[in-house]
Nanobody, 125 residues
C-alpha cells in the first residue's frame, strides 16, 4: 500500500505563488520510485481534473493546458515526495488538490491507484 499525504494548501491572493507537497509512506514491497505521480484538483461543483504528472524518474512531465507555464511538478524519490509549484495563482485555481500514484504515466484519473485526502487552495482577489 502507498499512503499519500498532501500539505501546503491555504488561502492566498491572486498572483501569489504556492508550493504543495505530497509525501508517501510505502508498505514493504511498494517502492515510491516505481510510480508515476500526479496532481489533480477539484473545484466546487466541478469534476476532478488532471493538473500534472511526472514519470517515475522525473525525466518527463505532462501538464493540463490550463496550467502549462504556471505550474511545475517535481519529485524526490529518496524523500518519497512530489511537489507542485504554482506561480501567478488565479481565482480559478481555487480547488482541493489531490496527489495520486500509479504505474502508468497518464493524464486520466483511472490510471492512478493511490490517492491522498487533498489539500485546499483558496485564491482570493
Amino acid at each position: 500500500q502507498v499512503q499519500l499525504v498532501e500539505s501546503g494548501g491555504g488561502a492566498v491572493q491572486a498572483g501569489d505563488s504556492l508550493r504543495l507537497s505530497c509525501t508517501a509512506s510505502t508498505a514493504s514491497g511498494y517502492n515510491f520510485d516505481a510510480y508515476a505521480m500526479a496532481w489533480f484538483r477539484q473545484a466546487p461543483g466541478k469534476e476532478r481534473e488532471f493538473v500534472a504528472t511526472i514519470i517515475w524518474n522525473g525525466k518527463e512531465t505532462l501538464y493540463a493546458d490550463s496550467v502549462q507555464g504556471r505550474f511545475a511538478i517535481f519529485r524526490s524519490n529518496p524523500g518519497k515526495t512530489v511537489w507542485l509549484q504554482i506561480y501567478s495563482l488565479k481565482l480559478e485555481d481555487t480547488a482541493v488538490y489531490y496527489c495520486a500514484a500509479g504505474h502508468i504515466f497518464a493524464r486520466n484519473a483511472d490510471s492512478f491507484l493511490f490517492w491522498g485526502q487533498g489539500t485546499q487552495v483558496t485564491v482570493s482577489s
